[in-house]
Every structure is written in C-alpha cells, then in structure tokens.
C-alpha cells in the first residue's frame, strides 16, 4: 500500500479534509469524492446535507419567516398532537426543550400544508421524516427546506393503497425474482401492505436513529431517486426464503413480519446493503427509470418525484405484464456488449420473421402455443440451449435477460403477451418486452446491415456476407471481429434447423439455474441480515466492464500479471479508488468549436453527455458540463464555453487512442470514468535478443520469469461523470483501442 493509500485510510485525516471542502465551499462531486459513502461525523451532517439536498439558496429565502403563523388548518389538532409524541420521543426528560420542538414541528409540518396545498393524515410518513432531521438541532428555517426536499427529491407520490409506485416495485421484484413475487401475489400480499411506510418515510419509520441518520448520509451522497425501489427489494429478498416457507402464516402476520425488516438494519450493515442495491441496480434495464419516469411525467403532467400529490392512476404502468425495455436500450446494449446483456426473442410469426428481422433476434412463433404445445416446448428448449450456447461464447447476442419482440400492434401480439406470461410461469427470472415491437426496434437500428430478411435489398445482403466471410478469413480465430461477426453466424441458417442441432445440448434448465441464481461471493459480507442474498453475488464483476468472452485475458486490477496483455498494452482497464483531485491532464491550448458540426463528423463513433473534472481560472476543481466523444482514432472531451450564444464548446481533452493506457471507474461510482495517458518507456541498454522478443533487459537472478508488463511513462489523467450509459462510453473506447490494435498487429503480420 503506497503512503497516499495510508494517509486516505486514516479516519481523522478524510474527517479534517471534508472539514476543509466545506468551509470552502465545495459541491457535491467533492463531498462524495472524499466521504466515499461513509457515515459522517455528527458536527458535519447538517452541512454535508445542505450541499447534497442543494437547499443553500432556499435557506436564504427563508420563506417560513414570512408566515404569518396562523394555525387553522382542519387537521390542525391531529398535527398538534402528533407533533407533541414527536417532541416526547425526542426530549423524553426535558419538559422546555419539548415545548419547543413541539413549536417547531407544528409549525413545519403547517406551513408546508399550506404552501404545497396538501392535506396531513395519519401514517403519511412525515412525522417520522421530522425525526432524524430536528435531531440535528437545526433551526426552525433549516429543517423545515430539509424536510421539504426529501419530501419533493425522495418520496414518490401516489403512495397510497394501491397506487402506481408500488405497481413498479413489483414489476422490479417480477424481474429479478418470479417465483417469489408470484408467491406473494397467491398470498394477496401487496407491496403496499409492507412497503408504504418504508417509501413515505424513507425507512425512518422502521429504523434506530442511528441508523437512518447513517443510512440518509449515504442515500443523499448517491442522489438516486429510485434507490428505494431496490432498497425494498433487497429487505424483501433478505427473507425469501422465510416467506416461501411460511405456507401456514396468515397474510397479516406475513406482511409485518417483512414490514419490520428495516429494525435488523445496524450501521456496519449499511455498506454492505448499499452494495447488494447497486448490484441489483446493475442488473435492472435502465429503461425501468426512464420510461416510467416518462409515462408518469405524460399521464400526470409531472415527474414521479415531484412535491404535489398525484390523482389519477397511470394505466400503463397498471397494465404492464413485465417490465419493457426501450428499442433504444437493446441495440446500444447488444452493440457495445456491456451492462445488461439481452437475448432477443422475435415473437411475431414465420412469415414476418423471415421478411425482416434484427439480425442478433431467435424466433419463436407465438401461433405455436396454441396451435402445436408439443412443437412449442421444444423451440423453448432449443431457445434457451441457443441462449448458453450465445453466452458461452462471448457473442454480442448472447444475453441472460430475456426480451420478447412483437409487432408493435396490439391485436396481432395477444398470443406475444401469453408467451412471456408462459416464461414468467416458469420461473425465470429476467423476463421483459420491447416497448413498441419490432416496429419501434426497426425505426432506431442506425446499421442497416442489423436488419436482414427476404425483403431486405439482395445486394445489400450479399455485401454483408461478403463482408462477414472477408473478416472472417483476414482475422485468428480469437479476433476480435469474429465476436462481431457472430451475430450474423447465428442467422446464415434457419431457425428450425438450429433447433435440431440445440437439442443436442444439455437440458434447459441448466441456463435457467445459473441465470437465477447468482454466483457465490467472493468476499464475506459482515452482516447476518443480508447473509441469504450476499451468497449469490459475484463481487469480483459488480462494476467492472470486461467483455464477457473467455478467450480473452482480463484485466482487474493493477496487480494482475497474467501474460502479454493487448499486445502489452498493459493492465488497460481496472477499478480505481484514487481521488479525481490527484491527477488532471492539461492542455494549454485552448481550440472553440461549434458542437453541432462535431457531432455531425463523418469520423464519430459514439458521442456521451457528461461532466469534465477540470481545474478553473482560480486552480479549483469543478465539474462542466459537456460531451466525451470517440472517433476511430481519438478521444475528445468537450465542455460548455462560457458565455457562448452559438452553442461554442472548447476541446477540453483531445488524446489518441493509442495513449490509453488505463480506463478505471470508481467502486463506489460506477458514472465516474478515469482515462490515464501515457507512452512505453524506452528500454535501457537492451541486447539484441531481448529487443527482437520486445521485453526489458532487467531480470531478476533469483526469478527466472520475466516481467512482460511494460514500464509507461505516464502523461496525465482525466476525469468524465458520464450519468447515462458509463459503462457503454468505457466499453466504446475499450473496443475501439482493441481494434486498433487488431488492426495494427495485423499489418505487421502482413509486413513480416
């Protein structure tokens, strides 16, 4: 451990330097870069919340000073008595002190009644929010816009019996655990009847104090609205196995029984809970948030985080089979191969299928069903045989998550809904539908070449085969273009013969076992409470982006040798817990460019909207807004001009792909990409032998292996929050450099 590494695991030493930001005012980027999700101490919290809720400007309106204190509102005495228990819990011994934090309370809960025009009932979960945050003996002005943010930021509206959020969380618990959420649905159990407190409260209601201080201090940090959907789902999946067993519990005692779970929560737990969240967060499409987000925003003109209640019931999310995915997530995710990975099921019948079709699609005809079961379970069968075989083999369309294409017309895909009612039955987990059809996914597919079928143009298919065969005979069989190739291997012959030659393999339900149940944990989590779920978790991939072919070296981290990596490229792509304060490129040139025409160059592969950790006129750190942008051969970062009418943006970083020598993301912030730049030392007085061979003169006489890792010279190192598709962005570039290696390693083939 080097002794920046010793110095940063030093308690006192990330206490005093948190302490230091935030007399200078520092923003949230760098509160969460230093406390590392941590518990804070008890004399930074109210500040460290204040940046995090971004409540400073309202603290300084100070609108509640302008109330003329009125008290009539007709649920006024249920306020007042409600206020007074919660004075009483707070100040058990102090008759003065709960006098006025009985004043205070009242006096919050009031004014927020009559400026947000709600209306206070019982169970609303706001005396409870009231708790942790008058415990931090804020003033009256402070802890009534703490309590107004989290109720606007982090509550989700509608939480009522039977209402929209608690319909998403069980299409989450539908997705990741079938067989459980279909138990409780035989029970007539809801989510509502355990899960209404722990949203309206944000857990306060079923927690020590102690515990959901620390718990607010890392859910604030993260900022993730939805992070109560998956904190429900890991309280709830902590006691499936009490829940399957429990076939003689009446349904009341089984409901409060899961209602109570937050009480066996204690602080040493929390980091450990945090982490089984974002597992899960992981393994969710993205499209669970935006395209709810969107149906809630279209169907009640609002967002479902918003501070006004909401009326009527949004019908799609009702109405939802399974959770849908948006064309758009399933072409980048297939494409890129990284974050969740999809295996495509084209569900419309023969004759369209074999019209046209995306290219990385398995059919199976949903008039089966009916028409043939016999027939049916066989082409399941051979599906998920098809689906391992796909995975086994590091192909692009080869996925654990199940997504089901119909024809984007209602009526023609009843019989497509049944078919993914048939899955679900059979307890698999990580079933969805594609939003819109084949429709919707033939509009987004920029590749033509994706889209093939009887009625795609001849010429246009005998290129691509062309094509396919070209690559296939120029590159090894490990290259990395055969990996692309193989989405059109799988559809150079029909789907009925690759049946027969599926049901050769072993049985199904092997793929089904691994898929369902993870893998066991690489390192020991220390609470019992999370002890049946962290068993199946594989820690070792929880945020890595490492292309899932076993053909190639991976690399983990920067103490891995494990042979001539990338051409000895060197340890390229690993987890990084360094600080984003300890190394930022330069670059004194500054070069203006309009963002429209480069985001329109012919040369440009992926573009990304994100944030660029520079250092500003006054040399402090902060975070611009702007875009990471790949071509075929570098690497450009650019960011807001400021003061710019015409959209002008500065080239902010501008890197070859060649001088990549290390991409890591953050454990604790997956968003947050380092790229380290730098070039091979030279070799200091190599022989001739050891110059052809391309390794260093220097070798141990105790150790007769040498070292193939080269020695890099390292130029400097930038910083990207990439909020949306992280992982995608650090794939991109990864494919890319590959490539360009590929393409470099061949030409010197050629040459010798």
């Not at 006004?308 to 109405?319: G, N, V």
């Not at 789907?495 to 076992?513: H, R, V």
Request: charged share 25%; with cysteine.
């Amino acid at each position: 451990m080097s002794e920046s590494d010793e110095e940063f695991n030093d308690e006192s030493l990330w206490e005093t330097e948190l302490e230091i930001a935030l007399l200078s005012n520092c923003d949230y980027g760098t509160i969460r870069n230093i406390s590392k999700l941590r518990p804070l101490p008890d004399n930074l919290r109210n500040k460290v919340w204040k940046v995090c809720l971004n409540v400073e400007k309202d603290i300084e309106t100070n609108q509640i000073s302008k109330w003329k204190e009125i008290y009539d509102l007709p649920q006024q005495d249920k306020i007042r008595e409600d206020c007074l228990k919660l004075a009483q819990k707070l100040y058990a011994d102090d008759e003065e002190k709960q006098l006025i934090a009985t004043s205070t309370a009242e006096a919050i809960l009031t004014f927020f009644c009559i400026s947000n025009d709600e209306f206070y009932e019982k169970d609303n979960g706001w005396i409870e929010i009231l708790y942790p945050i008058m415990s931090l003996n804020l003033n009256k002005n402070e802890a009534f816009n703490f309590f107004t943010a989290i109720i606007r930021r982090y509550i989700p509206k509608d939480c009522v019996q039977n209402g929209s959020p608690y319909h998403l969380f069980r299409l989450l618990m539908l997705y990741h655990d079938p067989e459980l959420c279909a138990f409780l649905d035989t029970k007539k159990i809801s989510p509502d009847s355990y899960a209404h407190i722990w949203f309206r409260s944000l857990f306060a209601a079923n927690s020590n104090l102690k515990v959901i201080l620390n718990l607010w201090d890392m859910y604030f940090q993260l900022g993730d609205q939805f992070l109560i959907f998956f904190m429900s789902l890991i309280l709830v999946f902590n006691l499936r196995e009490e829940i399957l067993n429990s076939t003689e519990l009446e349904k009341t005692e089984l409901a409060k029984m899961i209602l109570n779970s937050p009480l066996s929560l204690n602080v040493d737990d929390l980091m450990d809970f945090n982490t089984l969240c974002q597992h899960f967060a992981a393994k969710t499409p993205q499209s669970f948030r935006k395209i709810f987000q969107k149906i809630l925003k279209e169907e009640y003109k609002r967002p479902l985080f918003e501070g006004i209640a909401l009326e009527k019931k949004a019908s799609k999310i009702y109405q939802a089979l399974c959770l849908p995915v948006s064309a758009d997530e399933l072409i980048q995710a297939n494409q890129l191969g990284s974050g969740v990975r999809y295996f495509l099921i084209d569900c419309r019948s023969a004759e369209k299928y074999n019209a046209s079709h995306y290219a990385a699609a398995f059919h199976l005809d949903a008039n089966l069903m009916l028409d043939n079961p016999n027939e049916f379970n066989q082409s399941v069968e051979g599906l998920l045989a098809a689906q391992k075989q796909a995975i086994d083999a590091g192909s692009l369309a080869g996925g654990q998550h199940l997504c089901f294409i119909g024809s984007g017309n209602d009526d023609e895909d009843r019989y497509v809904n049944m078919i993914v009612s048939n899955f679900l039955q059979r307890k698999i987990n990580y079933v969805s539908l594609a939003l819109g059809g084949y429709k919707e996914l033939k509009n987004v597919v920029e590749d033509p070449e994706m889209i093939v079928g009887t009625e795609v143009n001849n010429n246009r298919q005998k290129f691509t085969e062309e094509w396919v065969k070209k690559i296939n005979s120029a590159q090894a069989s490990n290259s990395m273009f055969n990996k692309f190739s193989n989405v059109f291997k799988y559809k150079s012959f029909d789907f009925k013969d690759k049946i027969k030659d599926y049901m050769s393999l072993p049985k199904a339900s092997s793929i089904q076992e691994n898929s369902s149940n993870l893998v066991n944990s690489s390192k020991k989590l220390s609470m019992n409470l999370i002890s049946n779920i962290s068993n199946k978790l594989d820690y070792s991939n929880l945020f890595s982006y490492t292309n899932q072919n076993k053909s190639l070296e991976k690399h983990v981290s920067a103490s891995d040798r494990i042979g001539k990596l990338y051409r000895n490229q060197g340890n390229l792509f690993a987890l990084d817990d360094s600080n984003p304060d300890d190394s930022v490129a330069k670059n004194s040139d500054i070069e203006i460019v309009n963002l429209k025409e480069w985001l329109e160059k012919p040369d440009l592969l992926q573009k990304f909207k994100c944030f660029y950790r520079h250092r500003n006129k006054n040399e402090q750190l902060e975070w611009t807004p702007g875009y990471l942008l790949l071509t075929k051969t570098h690497l450009y970062g650019l960011t807001e001009f400021p003061n710019s009418k015409n959209k002008e943006y500065k080239v902010a970083v501008r890197h070859h792909l060649k001088s990549i020598i290390k991409i890591a993301t953050k454990t604790q912030c997956p968003e947050i990409l380092a790229f380290t730049y730098g070039e091979k030392k030279p070799l200091t007085k190599p022989s001739q032998e050891d110059a052809s061979l391309g390794t260093s003169d220097t070798v141990s006489t105790a150790d007769s292996k040498q070292d193939d890792t080269p020695e890099f010279d390292i130029k400097g190192k930038d910083w990207f929050y990439v909020p949306e598709y992280a992982g995608e962005a650090a794939s991109a570039v990864k494919l890319q450099i590959l490539a360009i290696v590929e393409i470099i390693s061949h030409s010197s083939n050629l040459d010798n």
